[in-house]
């Protein structure tokens, strides 16, 4: 089915049974999409798909993108490339169809072997940390996805997060290197602040550090954000 006959409801393919493929395919299916199948090789990928996408198919990843209007590719981002590129060789893209990805240094111009063969790219990165359980399903509600595609297409994009629950942020092609390096410093900076800390108050006795540092590093975070207009400042 080509983007000018659809009705609305997409057949999503997920490839990455990781944490965040089938918690982005959850959030889909729940605004009414249907997932087609889901492509997972480890038993706890498997375990994770049967968990969050219960009754999608596990499928071999061609298999998965000819049944797919959506392919969403949830892998990490040193094998996106190749990834695309290798069922480019195949002829496994089709025409009109919706390929996703979520890899937060790449844009739309990583589906150069896709488009040749008239793919409708979209790169799509939710700025959360994902457990891979129902948990984040709760937290995609108000969390910021960057957005990068041509600008045709880019409501396409900007409407699969809204249905997410989540809010769009346009970011230029050639910018994404910049927000991936952000998100990467967000994200390692906090767990190792926090682990560090955890690691001194347990040599010193302290049960329960986690407990004892979570107002705390909450508030900082609370004020931090609040400086950089992303946040209220605690009264």
């Known amino acids: ?28 299916a729940n605004a009414g999409h249907a997932i087609v199948g889901v492509s997972a090789i480890s038993d706890a990928s498997r375990e994770r798909a049967e968990v969050m996408l219960p009754g999608a198919p596990i499928l071999p990843i061609p298999e998965l993108v000819e049944r797919s209007e959506l392919v969403l590719i949830a892998v990490p981002s040193a094998e996106l490339p190749g990834l695309i590129a290798g069922l480019a060789e195949t002829g496994a893209w089709q025409m009109g169809q919706l390929v996703l990805h979520t890899a937060p240094e790449f844009g739309a111009d990583v589906f150069a072997p ?58 230029a092609e050639a910018d994404r290197p910049a927000y991936a390096e952000a998100v990467e410093t967000a994200t390692t900076f906090s767990s190792a602040i ?42």
Not at 10 to 28: D, E, F, S, T, W
Not at 119 to 144: E, K, N, Q, W, Y
Not at 196 to 212: D, F, H, K, T, Y
Request: no cysteine.
């Open 1 to 28: 089915m080509r983007p000018s006959e659809r009705t609305g409801r997409l057949g999503i393919g997920v490839i990455g049974a990781g944490r965040v493929g089938p918690v982005l395919g959850a959030a889909l």
């Open 114 to 171: 896709a488009r040749a063969a008239g793919v409708i790219p979209l790169a799509v990165h939710p700025a959360m940390s994902f457990t891979g359980t129902s948990v984040d399903l709760a937290r995609l509600a108000g969390t910021h996805f960057a957005v990068t595609a041509p600008t045709p297409v880019l409501p396409i994009a900007q409407a699969l997060v809204v249905e997410m629950g989540g809010e769009p942020v346009v970011v």
């Open 194 to 235: 926090v682990d560090q800390a955890a690691e001194l108050l347990e040599s010193i006795g302290v049960e329960a550090p986690g407990a004892v540092l979570a107002p705390l590093v909450r508030s900082a975070v609370e004020n931090a954000l609040a400086r950089a207009g992303g946040g209220v400042a605690p009264v």
